[in-house]
């Protein structure tokens, strides 16, 4: 290194101002004896002393690019430059402002400002813009993207990435247009954000303009070829044949293939992307298609629902539920179903509630009973508030054993009494309508566990447990309907039966199963 070098180097050192700028800048340019080096330079140039230097903040915004200004958050320092008169600041400020502002007139004012400066290639954007009758801003773009300073390929991906994260929709409308229509090097880069924006806008479920088809499916492409799971899921679902929330399948692929898709949606489904499943499953269940097939469609929806997605749990349940025979197959039902309605599925809420029959009276005076009865009579209390949460009837409410009933999503009521007609009758699932109601059946069936209470073994216990019950219902004054369900028998049995419990509830049972 030259005897003068060492010199500016060590007065830079030093704070010298001068140097400090100096020195930077050679270093970001890699000249006059100096390597480029960007992180180096832009230590020099970044000094706390320089933090109010419009000279330090011009060479910055004037020697790099606006996308690596961008991704090196430095739009703070490229407004300063803008401010101190810098031509090139302005462009690419105005550049910016273009992207990521509704309002396009901030960004003309740039322009303004900059071909004000002599800056030529601002000339140019006002020219076209003013020229042009559509997608004025668009036209104005066009004329920059072929700059190295501008690097709009990387300006666009790192806007749209992100606007995406910080969940901007209409930011992110607007940035697809740009990314898909302006003529921008289809980097890596770009295309990953690119699917990434078009997966949020799905899962969103927001529509878009019509854009370039073709380069939209080149794009997916490119990020299929990547093992993009996004991507895949994306043109999965487009090849067969189902429509996206922000385009119909056929914009996005030349035809329908639905083999191809299958296997894209695989790929997708691997990699852990539970609509996949879903999807795989419609496809499937579809008796037209080519690769229409029952056994695996019934497959796709139980790993659709293992994965956690809501509309396969309700399905899987509500298909179940539909053809149950036993209650071994009610409570797989009852499962999922609580499953999607604890993920807000209210189509499931719905079907869940038509299992609990309803009790009379208000909860706030069934509570002040039960509150009364806890101090006296705290096995009664238990039984009583199990019976107003689960809609029991007076029998199940006497004879139902809490401790083995119990289930992650409520309760199963069934007898174990002498009378074989009497247990044949019993068994009923239940699922609990709120969190509360679970949490209060875990603590009943810890205390019924630790006072060593079963099942009713013969009916002389059971007829000591009703009498119990009325005494205690009678010296509180209260009408039993309160706790217990008043229905016909054919109510109840027709919760016994799946084909009977559909029947009454299949308006919501056809929504819920509804591909």
């Not at 370039?212 to 991507?231: G, I, K, P, T």
């Not at 044949?424 to 603590?443: D, G, W």
């Amino acid at each position: 290194m030259r005897r003068q070098d060492v010199q500016l180097l060590a007065l830079a050192r030093q704070g010298d101002h001068d140097a400090l700028c100096e020195v930077g800048k050679r270093y970001l340019l890699g000249h006059q004896g100096f390597s480029q080096y960007t992180d180096l330079g832009l230590k020099y140039l970044t000094h706390p002393s320089l933090v109010t230097s419009e000279r330090s903040a011009v060479i910055v915004a004037e020697a790099l690019p606006l996308g690596e200004l961008v991704r090196r958050d430095m739009l703070i320092v490229l407004a300063s430059a803008a401010n101190a008169g810098s031509a090139p600041a302005c462009l690419k400020l105005g550049v910016w402002r273009s992207l990521t502002q509704h309002d396009e007139e901030q960004a003309l004012e740039l322009w303004r400002q900059a071909a004000s400066y002599g800056c030529e290639a601002a000339s140019f954007a006002l020219s076209a813009f003013e020229g042009s009758d559509e997608r004025r801003l668009m036209a104005a773009l066009s004329t920059l993207v072929g700059r190295a300073d501008v690097a709009a390929g990387n300006t666009v991906a790192y806007a749209l990435s992100l606007a995406t994260r910080a969940e901007d929709v209409a930011l992110v409308v607007h940035l697809l247009d740009f990314a898909v229509t302006l003529s921008l090097e289809r980097t890596a880069q770009l295309c990953e954000v690119v699917c990434e924006s078009l997966a949020f806008l799905q899962r969103n479920r927001v529509s878009l303009p019509a854009l370039d088809s073709v380069r939209l499916h080149s794009m997916l492409e490119d990020c299929v070829r990547r093992r993009n799971a996004e991507a895949a899921l994306l043109l999965g679902r487009a090849y067969c044949g189902i429509d996206t929330a922000f385009a119909q399948s056929s914009s996005l692929v030349p035809k329908r293939n639905l083999r191809g898709g299958t296997a894209l949606l695989l790929r997708a489904a691997d990699a852990g992307l539970g609509e996949a499943w879903l999807l795989l499953y419609r496809v499937h269940a579809d008796g037209q298609g080519s690769v229409a097939n029952p056994q695996a469609a019934i497959f796709f929806l139980e790993k659709a629902a293992a994965s956690g997605n809501a509309n396969a749990q309700r399905q899987l349940g509500a298909m179940i539920l539909k053809s149950a025979i036993d209650i071994a197959e009610f409570e797989l039902g009852l499962h999922w179903m609580s499953q999607a309605a604890g993920q807000g599925d209210s189509i499931a809420m719905s079907l869940l509630q038509s299992f609990v029959l309803p009790v009379q009276g208000s909860d706030e005076d069934a509570q002040r009973v039960i509150d009364s009865l806890v101090r006296v009579d705290p096995w009664a209390a238990h039984r009583l508030r199990i019976s107003r949460h689960f809609g029991l009837t007076k029998t199940e409410a006497t004879c139902v054993d809490v401790v083995s009933g119990v289930r992650s999503w409520g309760l199963v009521v069934s007898s174990d009494a002498a009378d074989h007609r009497l247990r044949s009758r019993f068994c009923r699932a239940i699922p609990a309508l709120q969190n509360r109601f679970l949490e209060n059946l875990r603590e009943s069936a810890e205390f019924f566990r630790l006072a060593g209470e079963g099942a009713v073994h013969s009916n002389v216990d059971r007829r000591q447990r009703v009498k119990k019950l009325n005494y205690r219902l009678d010296r509180s004054d209260v009408n039993e309907s309160m706790f217990f369900a008043q229905v016909q028998t054919a109510t109840l049995a027709s919760l016994r039966q799946g084909s009977s419990w559909a029947h009454g509830v299949r308006q919501t049972l056809h929504t819920a199963i509804a591909i």
